[in-house]
């Protein structure tokens, strides 16, 4: 989407977030990082309940993430706002 300079409708975004609460202990640590920096270029603010949830497994899982992946994590943390 955000290559095509297109903006994903709300109910979509709202379905895939839901997906990705209901699954993100499934995510691999390429994963979280790759869903967070897809929001932040997206432009788009994730649920407080889904950010808790990657935040703990980003805590849970931080010696599998490569360079890629923490530089992608915290770009995407930072871009989001987060602090």
């Known amino acids: 989407?955000?290559?095509?300079?297109?903006?994903?409708?709300?109910?979509?975004?709202?379905?895939?977030?839901?997906?990705?609460?209901?699954?993100?202990?499934?995510?691999?640590a390429q994963g979280i990082a790759n869903t967070l920096w897809a929001f932040a270029t997206l432009g788009l603010q994730p649920s407080k309940e889904l950010m808790a949830g990657m935040m703990m497994q980003v805590v849970s899982m931080q010696s599998d993430f490569n360079a890629q992946g923490i530089a992608n994590t915290l770009w995407a943390f930072a871009t989001l706002g987060l602090q």
């Open 1 to 28: 989407f955000a290559t095509l300079g297109l903006q994903p409708s709300k109910e979509l975004m709202a379905g895939m977030m839901m997906q990705v609460v209901s699954m993100q202990s499934d995510f691999n």
